[in-house]
């Protein structure tokens, strides 16, 4: 937290509160929020329940009965230990993110909105698994399912609206809303356009991580055939 | 114990899985947590223990082995052998007992506690049960047929029984259904997206409970509400009690299985201390907002805290005495 980034506390109710540094999707913006998630997170405060980072804010549950006092409310009580951290420079080491190279089948068979975004943009499908292969993502952050991730931002060329009603997808389905791009880790309804699929698995309940992606890893895709597809599956993923 | 009837939707909650928000985990939980701690007080168990949360119709369950039950929150008037048992009050059950849950009274879910510790899964420091992923509670999933639950730990209580096929317990919680309609809620961070006369239409109109009410949220029927502002929200996080106002001027009011985070304005939020009554509530049931402050939020929590924690200590010592003078 070294340069001042304006923000506001408002509570979510009597139980959490939002630290918010503007409705906007920044990069530096959001490893601010992950700076101080990883900082209070090793703090381990015992009147923290819960830390929810998102783009450009942090939630913070807390323990109102713990942090109850009668001359003060728990709100002020935490807001306070909060503010106190938030005034500092806080020198944090920068957190190792790590890098995935992921695979994703972008064939008509797995990318079930491929056409409707190419009549949409007025792009052949080659020019968009090009466009969506070329960049890296930051995982912005995590949400919706056990495993979600919200990354961005994708070119502006591939950029579409989600659809008005949620369909059913499979898990690995990748897919695109507005500016961001995301996998589905799990078979669910989802409301973003469906370009692919990839055979890597970024949920395993049995995992003591089940989560493969954390918030401020980065992630490029690249393109397979669907033989690819089928062997990544049926053995090494 | 066996399940000999499957319910349409009993699954294993305690009070939730925290900590691991930040991944997409949500938290689960009862949905009506004051009747699920009760439940586990009157057992003088810890607040936290997982417990059945049981929707209408409920499931059969046959206990192999004698034990302890309780079951608070919504009366679905059931029975052991065929003989109805009390609410809120400690029962002892011979083997082979069999409880059934014969009609919806009132409320719209109840709480199963067991006094034996039960073989179940801790998923993520929790036994919520976690449908959308498959995880903790048992086998991460709604009880089916044919279910057999463990019990950790043996409990001879043969002769408290005495031949009995069931034994009420003297002690009992009275009066601690709440069954209000009007619901207190604290404004949400974008209340001020709603005009002057949209904020009063949110206060004095009744709002009905729609059939999309589930563990994930309730949408409600009501006016249609305006917002003035048209602005985009990226996602942020949201919380069990967060009313948001969808596009279409509706509004829905997110419960325990709710996502982690959401981008529709969040125009107020329940308090805690009423979530468990909201949690009681069915489609078709009609609500009021009525606004409160912080303060006496946080009292309210307090004060509910202090009740379950004191009833809990007195209980865990009426049990052991109890069970040593019949034992």
């Known amino acids: 937290m070294n340069a001042y980034q304006p923000y506001s506390i408002f509570p979510l109710g009597d139980s959490a509160l939002t630290i918010d540094f503007g409705n906007i999707i920044s990069k530096d913006i959001n490893k601010k929020v992950l700076q101080l998630f990883h900082h209070l997170k090793a703090v381990a405060d015992k009147n923290i329940v819960d830390l929810v980072p998102a783009y450009s804010s942090l939630t913070v549950y807390y323990d109102v009965a713990f942090l109850h006092h009668s001359e003060k409310t728990a709100f002020d009580a935490i807001t306070e230990i909060l503010e106190e951290w938030l005034s500092r420079t806080l020198n944090l080491p920068e957190k190792q993110n790590k890098h995935f190279d992921i695979p994703v089948c972008y064939s008509k068979k797995f990318g079930i909105d491929m056409n409707h975004l190419s009549e949409q943009n007025y792009l052949t499908i080659e020019e968009i698994i090009q466009i969506h292969t070329s960049k890296i993502y930051k995982v912005y952050m995590l949400g919706f399912l056990p495993g979600f991730t919200y990354m961005g931002e994708v070119d502006h060329r591939i950029s579409i609206e989600r659809k008005p009603v949620p369909v059913k997808v499979p898990p690995g389905a990748v897919g695109i809303a507005g500016r961001q791009t995301g996998i589905y880790p799990l078979e669910s309804p989802g409301g973003w356009q469906i370009i692919g699929r990839t055979p890597t698995k970024v949920f395993r309940k049995e995992n003591k991580c089940p989560v493969l992606f954390y918030p401020g890893d980065d992630v490029k895709f690249h393109s397979i055939s669907e033989d690819e597809f089928e062997n990544y599956q049926a053995g090494r993923t | ?327």
Not at chain 2, 78 to 91: C, G, S, Y
Not at chain 2, 195 to 223: C, K, S
Not at chain 2, 244 to 259: E, F, K, V, W, Y
């Open chain 2, 1 to 327: 114990m066996r399940i000999t009837r499957q319910g349409v939707l009993d699954t294993v909650q305690d009070l939730g899985r925290y900590g691991y928000q930040y991944l997409g985990i949500n938290c689960n939980g009862a949905m009506d947590k004051f009747s699920m701690q009760l439940a586990n007080t009157l057992l003088g168990k810890d607040l936290n223990s997982p417990v059945f949360e049981i929707h209408f119709p409920a499931s059969q369950f046959l206990f192999e082995k004698e034990t302890i039950i309780c079951i608070t929150g919504g009366d679905f008037l059931p029975t052991i052998n065929d003989h109805a048992i009390p609410l809120d009050r400690p029962v002892a059950v011979c083997k082979k007992s069999i409880l059934k849950f014969e009609k919806l009274q009132t409320g719209s879910r109840c709480y199963l506690s067991i006094f034996n510790e039960m073989k179940l899964d801790k998923w993520m420091n929790s036994y919520s049960t976690n449908l959308k992923s498959g995880t903790g509670g048992f086998m991460g999933r709604n009880l089916l047929k044919n279910d057999v639950i463990l019990f950790q730990n043996g409990l001879n209580i043969s002769t408290l029984l005495h031949e009995r096929d069931h034994v009420v317990f003297p002690w009992k919680a009275n009066d601690v259904v709440d069954t209000r309609n009007e619901i207190e809620f604290l404004i949400g961070s974008e209340w001020h997206w709603l005009t002057r006369d949209v904020q009063d239409t949110f206060q004095e109109h009744w709002f009905q409970i729609t059939n999309e009410a589930d563990r994930m949220g309730y949408q409600l029927a009501g006016p249609t509400l305006e917002c003035r502002n048209s602005e985009q929200l990226i996602s942020s996080a949201v919380s069990f009690g967060t009313v948001q106002l969808l596009p279409n001027g509706q509004l829905i009011i997110l419960m325990a299985d709710h996502q982690t985070a959401g981008g529709y304005p969040r125009v107020a939020q329940i308090i805690s201390a009423h979530l468990s009554i909201l949690g009681q509530k069915k489609p078709n049931d009609v609500i009021k907002f009525k606004m409160t402050s912080l303060v006496e939020a946080e009292k309210k929590i307090v004060s509910q805290k202090k009740y379950l924690l004191q009833l809990q200590i007195a209980c865990k010592f009426k049990m052991e005495e109890f069970l040593h003078a019949h034992l």
